[in-house]
C-alpha cells in the first residue's frame, strides 16, 4: 500500500514557476514508477509526465515538454514536477500516482493516487 500526498500548488501569473511535490509512505518507493496527471474543469484526468522508479527512464506529454521537469529523491520518497513557462491552459487538479509495476501514461493503469494540488494560471 502506498500513500500520496501532492503539495506546492498556488496561483500564478502566465509565465511564472512552480513546483509540485508528492510525498509518498511505503518501504519500496524506489520500485514505483510515478506519474503526475491533471484534471482541467469539464475536462478527462490527462497525463502529463512520469518517471521509472530508478529515475532513467521519463516520458513527457507533448504540450509540456521542454517546460515541466519531473524527478524523484528516492532517499526522501517524494518525486517533483517542476513546472516552468506556465501558461493559462495548464490550470488543472494535478495528481500523483504510483504503480508498482511498468511505466504507463494512461491513468487507468495506475494503483495508488493522491488527493491532487490545484494549480492555477492567471493571464
Known amino acids: 500500500q502506498v500513500q500520496l500526498v501532492e503539495s506546492g500548488g498556488g496561483l500564478v501569473q502566465a509565465g511564472g514557476s512552480l513546483r509540485l511535490s508528492c510525498a509518498a509512505s511505503?518501504?519500496?518507493?524506489?520500485?514505483?514508477?510515478m506519474g503526475w496527471f491533471r484534471q482541467a474543469p469539464g475536462k478527462e484526468r490527462e497525463f502529463a509526465a512520469a518517471?521509472?522508479?530508478?529515475?532513467?527512464?521519463?516520458y513527457y506529454e507533448e504540450s509540456v515538454k521542454g517546460r515541466f521537469t519531473i524527478s524523484r529523491d528516492n532517499a526522501k520518497k517524494t518525486v517533483y514536477l517542476q513546472m516552468n513557462s506556465l501558461k493559462p491552459e495548464d490550470t488543472a487538479v494535478y495528481y500523483c500516482?504510483?504503480?508498482?509495476?511498468?511505466?504507463?501514461?494512461?491513468?487507468?493503469?495506475?494503483?495508488?493516487w493522491g488527493q491532487g494540488t490545484q494549480v492555477t494560471v492567471s493571464s
Open positions: 518517471i521509472s522508479g530508478s529515475g532513467g527512464i521519463i
Open positions: 511505503g518501504r519500496t518507493f524506489s520500485s514505483y514508477a
Open positions: 500516482a504510483a504503480k508498482p509495476v511498468g511505466l504507463p501514461t494512461a491513468p487507468e493503469n495506475y494503483d495508488y
